[in-house]
């Protein structure tokens, strides 16, 4: 097969172990020293902990960024391995990007309402989470279309391939509902600047984001399979459903114990106040802000 030699030793199954392996060992790699080195400056306050978490993050957010845009083309393109995009693995992570915020601002604001973190969350922080994820709703939608205008524009029959199988049966309706409820709903409820901080349009608007982030890996991945091209197997929706509840408690269990487990914020990184959107003196920028019982 010409079109799966043209990317070995990428789609084997060493090569699929080996990139899989890095890209996890990239992750934790990344978020076990940030970690690390934020637990080490709430203890002691050293200017070196501050120095080292801005080194990990300078080269992590490229090695994030590319592996999250690497993965989705790895993982998921390889299933249609004859198909070709330059912009998959962009769209992949502005997919991410979007759930994540979503994901953040939700967690977020239950943390507020539990007053657990009321001394550094204020309206000024979830605007800008908004914002972002207003920003994302945009750029996932630009890649997303920019990728089907190529493809279309093109219409060379390796390529055209992957949006005609979507097109047949229930395929076509879920297709309907991405637009409209992937970007459409999300730009309208989020565009005016006062909904942004309003919970009672984005907190609900977070869950339709991950039930959209669900339809969007359906569309992507059970088509390619020969049984599922004829519309989406409802009858499997529970299974899926199922597994995506595992994998979401599971990391939900490990999450809830490592954040009780320490203080809910860093309470010595210097530029906390700048974060807040508090003006201070720079002398004062050494002090560490004091923390209620409650926030403990």
């Known amino acids: 097969d010409r079109a799966l030699s043209a990317k070995w030793p990428l ?4 090569g699929f172990c080996i990139a899989s392996a890095m890209f996890f060992g990239i992750w934790w790699l990344l978020t076990s020293r940030l970690r690390s080195w ?8 050293d200017a070196l902990c501050t120095r080292k ?3 990990h993050s300078g080269w992590g957010i490229l090695a994030f960024a590319a592996t999250v845009t690497l993965a989705p083309i790895l993982w998921m393109k390889s299933l249609e391995y004859q198909w070709s995009s330059t912009i998959y693995g962009l769209y992949m992570f502005a997919a991410c990007g979007w759930t994540a915020l979503a994901t953040v601002y939700l967690v977020a604001a239950l943390l507020q309402r539990q007053r657990i973190l009321t001394d550094v969350l204020h309206g000024n922080q979830f605007y800008f989470l908004g914002v972002m994820f207003f920003a994302f709703t945009l750029l996932h939608a630009y890649f997303d279309f920019a990728q089907y205008f190529v493809v279309w524009n093109g219409n060379i029959p390796d390529e055209t391939f992957w949006y005609l199988i979507r097109e047949h049966g229930s395929w076509w309706w879920i297709c309907m509902l991405l637009i409209f409820g992937h970007f459409f709903a999300p730009f309208i409820l989020l565009l005016p600047a006062r909904a942004k901080v309003t919970f009672k349009i984005v907190l609900p608007l977070c869950i339709w984001a991950w039930l959209m982030d669900f339809t969007d890996m359906a569309f992507n991945i059970l088509p390619a399979s020969g049984l599922n091209r004829g519309g989406y197997p409802f009858h499997w929706l529970w299974l899926q459903f199922g597994c995506v509840a595992f994998m979401g408690g599971l990391l939900a269990r490990v999450f809830l114990k ?3 487990s320490h203080a809910p914020y860093p309470k010595r990184d210097p530029r906390l106040h700048e974060a807040m ?3 201070v003196e720079p002398d004062e920028m050494a002090d560490t802000i004091p923390m209620r019982e409650e926030s403990l």
Request: hydrophobic share 35%.
């Open 11 to 14: 789609f084997t199954m060493p």
């Open 38 to 45: 934020s637990l080490k400056q709430d203890e002691t306050g």
């Open 53 to 55: 978490m801005r080194f």
């Open 258 to 260: 490592n954040f009780s």
């Open 277 to 279: 959107g508090v003006n």
